[in-house]
């Protein structure tokens, strides 16, 4: 007891002294004395005697000592009084912002993200959402030093991307690209040229490991390592065959493997060849890297051609080639390919392997006749591979000159069709690429300037005739064919354009979706937050199944708060007073003539609905089908199953007082 005692003396004289920071410390220095002897209330009260400011003691009542662990409360303060005007803060979905303001009255920070300025936070939110800005994470250097942010950036590129992964964790290749891209760091169009100057400058840095897999992250080792013989000592008892490529390849730098003694290249050999063996039946792709190794350092075994037969058998080659970085698809396909026969096999393949495999492929062998008659043959058959499809279209000038190929419209005619329908896995990057040939306005002309006036006309109008290309896209190109050629003119098919209206709701949807969205991310994400972080108390996180589900969960939820914030700042709230009854659009009621007799409509915005009062949201089939009829005017009712039928407006009429009541906004709410 006399531990206790002279903790809560030293509480006392700092409630005495107003001393907060130390009555503070002094909880945290003594948490082993107090937890079970002292009520958390009784913490909390001396808390807010140490101090008359009122935000600080906003921030004690905040961190809620009424519940848990003295602990757990002393962590919520010790983040709260971080939480200053001034002060920079983390959102994972919103990145760093500034406290604005920390409101003691209703206990609210609010805090100017870039993309969302003013946005508020309720105490318990913000312990759960936020968390203090290191001053060494890149975003703080952008914010308090932009020109050190500016110069790490173009100067050294590869301390930049050391820099992001100290701020974000160990990373994969596309997720760096997708955080640097999100954060306005690297422009999408520029990264490929950004990320070959970072990689040169991160590969001479033994600190760093570059995967050789781009899922795999790039991390940031402790100490670099010395490759001396301690290190092969180990790397002897080396029994993980991915562990065991990266090694090899790490080590056998050129300048070193020449000068290794014969012991250690035995132990590599040994090393390599345990690893193939470990690669069998389990990962392609993997067998075809430790392969390529093999007979790149012509390690004697395993055989090369016993390698070889392996990744024929069964096209396990094909899996190993869909699975493989770009950078490595060149060193399989030489593996392969020793004669005519195993040429022959590869060319036969095409239609099955990934594009990085047929671009090596057709490349590397351009000047062999089989190759290209086995090319030609693919792309003259009704349905062509979309890889070779996707090859020969982007780069058509090294290819016109092959008599074995289909004439260029036959090949654009297969470009068209691919740019068409739900695509999936390689197909849906072939038919990515080839809509950004199609809006490439340098390639289009080129590729008109090979065609001649008949062939033009053929591409235009099957290009018009593709109503499944996304709309806006394929009314630009359209309009841009007929320029580069302004005789297709005469081929345009006039489309009636439909009225557009403003997205629109009543004010009672909108308050009820804008409430939603408040309980989204004031209570359901912090809600979730601690689930994750109880979750990790359960040890191993890669077995850890309440951890990955409530890591899934907010993934969802952080999807759904992106969606919803962007419907409540795309549709507006209204009462539409200014619909006209001369047609059929939202705010009009409908009286229609159907199969079963007459009905009433009220057609209202996008979140509105209400079947028993008749009321159809605007965007719902019913009445997209009847938008802009006139009186007396039919109309197609929608149907699951069966013959379609038609209805009849019979007239349209202003919203009834009733209705217009519906749409006020319910008590307790607001916009």
Request: proline fraction near 4%.
């Amino acid at each position: 007891m006399a531990d206790i005692k002279e903790t809560m003396d030293k509480l006392n004289e700092c409630a005495a002294n107003l001393d907060f920071d130390g009555a503070v410390k002094t909880v945290r220095a003594n948490l082993a004395d107090i937890e079970g002897r002292l009520k958390p209330s009784a913490v909390a009260e001396v808390l807010k005697k140490a101090t008359k400011d009122r935000l600080l003691a906003s921030f004690v009542d905040g961190a809620d000592f009424s519940r848990g662990k003295i602990d757990e409360s002393l962590v919520r303060l010790e983040r709260l009084t971080g939480f200053v005007p001034g002060a920079l803060v983390l959102n994972v979905s919103w990145g760093l912002g500034k406290v604005r303001k920390a409101d003691y009255f209703y206990k609210r920070i609010t805090v100017d993200f870039k993309t969302k300025p003013g946005h508020q936070f309720s105490y318990a939110a913000a312990v759960d959402m936020l968390v203090p800005a290191p001053e060494d994470h890149i975003l703080v250097v952008r914010e308090i030093d932009p020109v050190r942010f500016d110069k790490l950036l173009k100067e050294t590129p590869g301390e930049f991307v050391k820099a992001v992964l100290k701020s974000y964790g160990d990373m994969s290749v596309q997720r760096l690209e997708d955080v640097c891209a999100a954060n306005g760091f690297v422009k999408k169009t520029v990264w490929k040229a950004f990320w070959e100057k970072a990689r040169a400058e991160l590969r001479s840095d033994k600190r760093v490991e570059i995967p050789v897999k781009r899922a795999d992250p790039i991390r940031i080792k402790e100490s670099a390592e010395d490759f001396g013989d301690r290190w092969v000592e180990r790397f002897s008892r080396e029994t993980d065959p991915k562990l065991i490529l990266a090694g090899v390849r790490e080590f056998t730098a050129p300048s070193r493997f020449k000068t290794v003694s014969d012991e250690t290249k035995a132990v590599l050999e040994d090393r390599l060849a345990f690893a193939v063996t470990a690669a069998r039946k389990t990962d392609d792709a993997l067998y075809a890297r430790l392969a390529c190794l093999v007979k790149a350092f012509g390690f004697s075994r395993p055989a090369l051609a016993e390698m070889r037969e392996y990744l024929w058998e069964r096209k396990r080659f094909v899996k190993a080639a869909a699975a493989l970085p770009s950078r490595d698809v060149g060193a399989l396909v030489e593996f392969l390919a020793v004669d005519d026969e195993t040429k022959g096999r590869l060319y036969a393949a095409l239609p099955d392997l990934p594009f990085a495999a047929v671009s090596e492929i057709v490349t590397r062998f351009a000047g062999e006749a089989a190759l290209r008659e086995a090319v030609g043959a693919l792309l003259k058959a009704p349905k062509a591979p979309a890889t070779l499809v996707t090859l020969v279209a982007g780069r058509y000038e090294q290819f016109k000159d092959w008599s074995e190929l289909p004439s260029l419209a036959v090949v654009l005619t297969h470009a068209i069709a691919l740019g068409e329908g739900r695509q999936s896995g390689e197909t849906l990057k072939m038919q990515n690429m080839t809509r950004r040939l199609f809006s490439d306005v340098k390639w289009l002309e080129k590729m008109f300037s090979f065609l001649d006036a008949s062939d033009r006309a053929v591409i235009f109008e099957r290009f018009q005739a593709s109503i499944a290309w996304e709309a806006s896209t394929h009314h630009a190109i359209t309009v841009r064919m007929s320029k580069l050629d302004p005789e297709l003119e005469k081929h345009v098919v006039k489309i009636e354009k439909k009225r557009e209206y403003v997205r629109m709701t009543s004010r009672r949807s909108y308050a009820l979706k804008k409430a939603e969205y408040l309980k989204l991310i004031n209570e359901d994400m912090p809600a979730n937050v601690k689930r994750i972080e109880f979750a990790k108390s359960y040890g191993d996180l890669s077995e850890n199944a309440e951890y990955q589900y409530a890591k899934d969960e907010q993934r969802a939820l952080m999807q759904k708060q992106s969606l919803m914030q962007k419907d409540l700042e795309d549709v507006k709230a209204g009462d539409f007073a200014g619909a006209d009854t001369s047609e059929v659009m939202p705010g009009t009621g409908v009286v229609v003539a159907v199969p079963g007799g007459e009905r009433t409509y009220w057609i209202l915005g996008e979140w509105d609905n209400d079947i028993e009062m008749g009321i159809l949201s605007s965007k719902a089939q019913l009445a997209v089908n009847l938008m802009g009829k006139k009186k007396g005017e039919k109309f197609n009712l929608p149907v699951v199953d069966g013959p379609s039928a038609e209805g009849e407006v019979k007239d349209i009429i202003p919203l009834s007082d009733r209705i217009r009541e519906w749409m006020a906004v319910p008590a307790g709410l607001q916009i």
